[in-house]
């Protein structure tokens, strides 16, 4: 069967790859592209784990099909620190010792970045809300939420960026 | 399985009725968990998303026209629509996780099929129409008529939604939506309920809609709600006036719910009165608001 060529904008460069029409998107990352940092849990939307983001859109890439996103930009956990640093998301999560067994934390961060650039100032109901659709069986989920409060202060405050970079 | 992403009406409707095994989608939230467990995968997928005629979102000769494939995080966000319909843009917001409301649409939340449906009640108390396009052309159809069962909806095999035409609210009209979960986020109805409400400049509700969703196989209206509400002054809270009963007893004639794990038949006919007084109420307070 003739395989589906698929160009589009991955972490800010424009790739391609090939694909069978009946991959999801997060089955071409992890098979077709060799991005492993995006988990698979359910595979039914309902966990989060494969949490990326679809021009701006948070979504589960387990629920898109690989050759939807022809043209597309997506963001995955691989592009979210820069060259040389954490995101202020990532240093939370470790100084706050946010995850434990660690599959679900890409999608979580995922899905606070896209909280963020949505939100900047978040309250906690805000960020229960906005990781609702990310499962974690480790950490109960206030670390994660404490955390995220923690980046988004972090973010907000240029003294504290400035320590960080 | 094949995928396809027309740009075109004509181009989806030649292929829709060149493949009878194919199916559309635009969110996919509900074909591919449905295709993981275990549902026979279509021979070919039509993506909606790339005609643009069902991504498009404009007011216009006093409706708005809303397309079918729009995910509902643009929906939630777009100011002009919750100003004028904050009960549909509080069914479609109710839609699954942030991950599932940046794919889920109101075309697929319709023609899913479920009973459960959080976008359906809005659309049919705001008497939406579905434009169906097919191999016989363009049609409309109000979206009550869209589904007839669960999981069943009367579009043949080439047709799909492109866009709903919902009426532009009136001076003094609003609506409102309410489910009931037994946690506040990530379930499915136990019961849904919407309410339109146009009152007067003195406050007095002049015509109402009432419509439930997850008490029967299909979403229903209480269609004896505009007679029990109508010339009403419809109060800031639900209290002891007797309409109240009347209304309940009018709710729960339409219910012919089921019992499940989410909730027994009993119950869901106690819940569905009450979402309905709360949806009414605060309806009626946001028409007031309007005047």
């Not at chain 2, 939506?177 to 009152?199: H, K, L, N, S």
Request: proline content about 5%.
């Amino acid at each position: 069967m003739s395989r589906t060529h698929v160009t589009c904008v991955l972490n800010g460069d424009e790739i391609d790859f090939l694909c069978n029409d009946y991959q999801t998107l997060l089955s071409a990352l992890r098979d077709e592209l060799g991005m492993i940092g995006t988990k698979e849990g359910c595979g039914t939307g309902d966990c989060g784990a494969c949490s990326v983001i679809l021009d701006g859109q948070l979504v589960c890439s387990c629920l898109v099909f690989a050759p939807e996103v022809e043209g597309r930009r997506v963001e995955t956990i691989e592009g979210l620190a820069e060259v040389d640093h954490l995101h202020p998301l990532q240093d939370s999560f470790l100084e706050g010792a946010a995850f434990q067994c660690g599959v679900c934390t890409p999608g979580f961060l995922m899905a606070a970045k896209a909280l963020l650039d949505r939100n900047p100032s978040p309250t906690e109901t805000e960020v229960r809300y906005g990781v609702a659709g990310n499962l974690c069986r480790c950490t109960g989920y206030d670390k994660i939420v404490r955390s995220i409060l923690d980046a988004a202060a972090r973010m907000s405050d240029p003294e504290r960026q400035k320590e960080a970079t | 399985m094949k995928y396809r992403a027309p740009t075109s009406i004509d181009e989806a409707v030649e292929l829709l009725s060149a493949h009878p095994g194919a199916e559309v989608f635009a969110g996919a939230t509900d074909l591919i968990p449905q295709i993981q467990g275990g549902r026979p995968e279509p021979s070919l997928v039509v993506d909606l998303k790339r005609i643009p005629e069902t991504v498009r979102l404009e007011a216009e000769n006093g409706f708005w026209r809303v397309g079918a494939a729009i995910p509902a995080a643009v929906l939630t966000a777009h100011e002009g629509l919750t100003a004028a319909f904050p009960g549909l843009v509080e069914g479609a917001g109710l839609i699954g996780s942030d991950q599932i409301q940046g794919r889920a649409t109101l075309g697929g939340n319709l023609c899913n099929a479920s009973p459960a449906a959080d976008s359906v009640p809005p659309l049919v108390a705001l008497g939406a129409e579905a434009i169906i396009v097919g191999r016989g052309g363009e049609r409309s159809a109000q979206v009550s008529e869209v589904v007839i069962g669960p999981s069943a909806t009367s579009l043949d095999q080439s047709e799909f939604i492109t866009e709903f035409r919902i009426p532009a609210p009136s001076r003094g009209s609003s609506d409102a939506y309410e489910r009931f979960i037994p946690r506040t986020e990530m379930d499915i109805a136990v019961v849904g309920a919407a309410a339109r409400i146009r009152v007067d400049g003195d406050g007095r509700c002049e015509e109402a809609a009432v419509v439930l969703a997850a008490v029967a196989p299909t979403v229903v209206e209480v269609s004896a709600a505009s007679g029990i509400l109508e010339g009403r002054v419809i109060p800031h809270y639900s209290g002891r006036d007797a309409f109240w009963d009347e209304l309940g007893e009018a709710v729960v004639a339409c219910c012919n719910p089921i019992d499940d794990k989410r909730g027994t038949a009993e119950y869901r006919r106690k819940v569905a009165q009450v979402l309905a007084r709360r949806t009414v109420v605060t309806a009626a307070r946001r028409a007031r608001e309007t005047l």
